[in-house]
């Protein structure tokens, strides 16, 4: 079964000249860890907000578990969103004025699925998050901190268990490691996987450092498959 | 839930500046509802000073005039009235009951009023309430006094103390009626009415201290005492103003006639309702423009809110896409802006109504004892209930500014972080 599937899909910004998005076919299959490269001003994270279900796709499909998100309306994608996906991203993505573990629970507050599937697993929420930081390798003590006395690499092992909690079917990690210094870069892509093995969650990583994409079951250019990328349209959103 | 939830502790991780906005709000609306509460129980106070009072018969002033010092003790009569007319009135067969009052020394700051014995049986307040006594009885003896609830307690006189009664109205006196002691025979119970703040004595004594005082000056020491005072000589010549009761309602106005049209002296008689209409017509300029200032400062407190939730949008904008990340709609968004404007509200108009008990609380006494108004620390009322409700409306309407913002900014961001 795939994952991701995206079939004759283009995107273009309001009021922009021409095409960001233009791929003829992409997929993941389920339990897959896809490296993809993609640098800025390829409309990389455009991208990402069609296969979250941010933005509808401007013409094609873009199938996530076998959904066509492109007719979903906007609050049915959030919900799906909520339901099947979990984020990472490159830093700051913890909120600050919430805990450790509220972090973590964030989603299942907007997902009952996820709440469901996390109470499965564990008898409370915050006994999941735990669970998940542990496996995560962070340390215990770290738990009661304000979570912006945390390092960038503790943050985003906070982030990871927040994106895997309730065990979505998809996780995607927008240049999680590039705050991090080499050293912890592999183990947390490690660590990752082992996790996403665990929750059997499919995985899509976008970076432009290629470095990492050995690791990977599958290394993608996002230059290869966008036809758009290729005549380098600036990209409209600002990224950093 | 969890919304609402969020807009809590996000609101308590910016802290300084919340409490700053919840204090100006807290202020606004301590501030209007004081000025409400003070305007109302100050009607209120005065409305329920006199009842059951007819006429009030005096020189003739301006009808607020004459009420604020007969009744209120408030400023000093511009002229007297002669003894012959006052009988005059009072033998007219409409007239049921007449109460003389005499105005113009004073105890220690306390107004001094001469009267009879018949004020303690006919002198009303409040739903038509009668005077009583919290210990002793009425003045029999020429140099009896009967004082106020306050007077007793601020100056702790017992039955039995002496008094000496000071000439004129200010509360510090050179020149002392101190031939004559005063003995309490009776106190009070209170009544939150000027009636506490009173020393009661009768006419003759009135007549009897200042007997030799022709001269503007008080008598050489030694040369008056009780024994060489002629109690034919005690029958007054003027008096202040008198209370008039009527056998019937009807006649209040004939009779207003009559007094206003009495040919041998200038007199003028006031129906007190009447009289506090023309006060309060007087007053409600005033009232209005304090009501549209509280209300102003209310608003500028609701836009410090503005301005406070408005500035941090900006460095929220990651949060938000953090939250968007997580499956949270746009809709969830507005509505998490949009609690933290009613929380904000909803927390300074709370904080305001208990900063008006604690004010209220204080200054009460003070009132009670400098302007004769009691400020009861009741419940909220009902207006002031809706005056709180619009309050909060306003602040939900102020939020619907950054929340449609916000909700914008979640739908054109998407989950994009911005630094």
């Known amino acids: 079964m795939a994952i991701i599937e995206l079939q004759q899909l283009t995107?273009?910004?309001?009021?922009?000249?021409?095409?960001?998005?233009?791929?003829?076919?992409?997929?993941?299959?389920?339990?897959?860890?896809?490296?993809?490269?993609?640098?800025?001003?390829?409309?990389?994270?455009?991208?990402l907000g069609l296969i979250a279900g941010v933005n509808p796709p401007g013409s094609g499909e873009v199938l996530v578990m076998d959904q066509p998100l492109g007719r979903m309306n906007a609050s049915r994608r959030d919900q799906f969103r909520a339901d099947h996906l979990g984020f990472i991203f490159q830093m700051f993505n913890l909120l600050p004025y919430l805990s450790v573990t509220e972090n973590v629970c964030l989603p299942c507050h907007f997902s009952q699925s996820r709440k469901q599937r996390a109470l499965a697993q564990s008898n409370s929420l915050a006994e999941e998050a735990r669970r998940l930081l542990r496996d995560l390798q962070l340390d215990e003590r770290l738990i009661h901190r304000p979570v912006n006395e945390l390092s960038v690499g503790q943050q985003q092992r906070v982030a990871a268990a927040r994106a895997l909690i309730?065990?979505?079917?998809?996780?995607?990690?927008?240049?999680?490691?590039?705050?991090?210094?080499?050293?912890?870069?592999?183990?947390?892509?490690?660590?990752?996987?082992?996790?996403?093995?665990?929750?059997?969650?499919?995985?899509?990583?976008?970076?432009?450092?290629?470095?990492?994409?050995?690791?990977?079951?599958?290394?993608?250019?996002?230059?290869?498959?966008?036809?758009?990328?290729?005549?380098?349209v600036g990209e409209h959103q600002w990224q950093s | 839930m969890a919304i609402v939830n969020l807009a809590i502790k996000s609101l308590f991780n910016r802290k300084t500046t919340v409490l700053l906005t919840i204090l100006a709000i807290a202020i606004s609306v301590c501030l209007l509802l004081g000025v409400e509460r003070i305007r109302t129980q100050a009607k209120e106070s005065f409305a329920n000073t006199i009842s059951g009072t007819d006429l009030i018969l005096g020189a003739r002033t301006g009808p607020i005039q004459l009420l604020l010092y007969s009744v209120f003790r408030i400023g000093n009569a511009t002229n007297n009235i002669s003894w012959q007319s006052y009988q005059d009135i009072a033998n007219h067969p409409a007239v049921e009951w007449t109460v003389p009052l005499s105005l113009g020394d004073s105890h220690r700051g306390h107004r001094v009023l001469g009267t009879t014995a018949d004020y303690f049986t006919h002198y009303r307040y409040g739903q038509k309430q009668n005077l009583t006594f919290q210990a002793g009885e009425p003045f029999n003896s020429?140099?009896?006094?009967?004082?106020?609830?306050?007077?007793?307690?601020?100056?702790?006189?017992?039955?039995?103390?002496?008094?000496?009664?000071?000439?004129?109205?200010?509360?510090?006196?050179?020149?002392?009626?101190?031939?004559?002691?005063?003995?309490?025979?009776g106190i009070l119970a209170p009544t939150s009415t000027p009636v506490d703040r009173t020393v009661h004595v009768s006419l003759e004594a009135i007549e009897a201290i200042h007997t030799g005082w022709a001269?503007?000056?008080?008598?050489?020491p030694g040369a008056m005492s009780t024994s060489n005072l002629d109690p034919a000589k005690l029958q007054p010549k003027v008096i202040t103003a008198a209370?008039?009761?009527?056998?019937?309602?009807?006649?209040?106005?004939?009779?207003?006639?009559?007094?206003?049209?009495?040919?041998?002296?200038?007199?003028?008689?006031?129906?007190?309702?009447?009289?506090?209409?023309?006060?309060?017509?007087?007053?409600?300029?005033?009232?209005?423009?304090?009501?549209?200032?509280?209300?102003?400062?209310?608003?500028?407190?609701?836009?410090?809110?503005?301005?406070?939730?408005?500035?941090?949008?900006?460095?929220?904008?990651?949060?938000?896409?953090?939250?968007?990340a997580v499956?949270?709609?746009?809709?969830?968004?507005?509505?998490?802006?949009?609690?933290?404007?009613?929380?904000?509200?909803?927390?300074?108009?709370?904080?305001?109504?208990?900063?008006?008990?604690?004010?209220?609380?204080?200054?009460?006494?003070?009132?009670?004892?400098?302007?004769?108004?009691?400020?009861?620390?009741?419940?909220?009322?009902?207006?002031?209930?809706?005056?709180?409700?619009?309050?909060?409306?306003?602040?939900?309407?102020?939020?619907?500014?950054?929340?449609?913002?916000?909700?914008?900014?979640?739908?054109?961001?998407?989950?994009?972080?911005?630094?």
């Open chain 1, 11 to 47: 995107y273009r910004w309001p009021k922009a000249p021409s095409n960001v998005i233009d791929i003829d076919h992409f997929t993941v299959a389920k339990g897959e860890k896809v490296f993809l490269k993609g640098p800025s001003g390829t409309g990389k994270s455009t991208l």
């Open chain 1, 166 to 232: 309730g065990r979505p079917a998809l996780v995607i990690a927008d240049e999680p490691t590039s705050a991090l210094d080499s050293d912890t870069r592999e183990s947390f892509i490690r660590l990752l996987f082992q996790e996403c093995d665990r929750e059997s969650s499919t995985l899509l990583f976008v970076s432009h450092d290629s470095a990492l994409s050995s690791l990977f079951d599958r290394h993608v250019e996002l230059q290869q498959i966008n036809k758009a990328g290729r005549q380098s």
């Open chain 2, 142 to 185: 020429l140099l009896d006094a009967v004082i106020g609830a306050e007077v007793a307690k601020k100056l702790g006189y017992k039955i039995g103390d002496k008094i000496v009664v000071a000439h004129g109205a200010g509360a510090t006196s050179f020149l002392e009626h101190d031939q004559f002691p005063f003995t309490v025979t």
């Open chain 2, 215 to 220: 001269s503007g000056a008080p008598p050489l």
């Open chain 2, 243 to 324: 209370l008039v009761g009527l056998k019937s309602k009807v006649q209040m106005f004939g009779l207003q006639r009559v007094i206003n049209d009495y040919k041998e002296e200038p007199l003028q008689a006031i129906i007190p309702g009447v009289a506090l209409h023309e006060l309060w017509n007087l007053m409600s300029v005033a009232e209005q423009a304090l009501m549209a200032i509280s209300g102003f400062v209310v608003v500028s407190g609701l836009l410090g809110m503005l301005t406070m939730i408005l500035a941090s949008l900006n460095e929220r904008r990651r949060e938000m896409a953090i939250l968007r």
């Open chain 2, 327 to 419: 499956g949270c709609r746009p809709a969830q968004i507005f509505l998490l802006l949009i609690s933290e404007a009613g929380i904000l509200a909803l927390t300074g108009s709370a904080l305001g109504v208990v900063t008006l008990y604690g004010l209220l609380l204080l200054v009460q006494p003070f009132l009670l004892e400098h302007y004769g108004v009691l400020i009861s620390v009741s419940l909220l009322t009902l207006y002031e209930l809706k005056l709180l409700a619009v309050v909060c409306a306003m602040g939900l309407v102020v939020g619907l500014i950054p929340s449609i913002r916000a909700y914008r900014m979640s739908l054109s961001d998407g989950m994009t972080l911005r630094v």
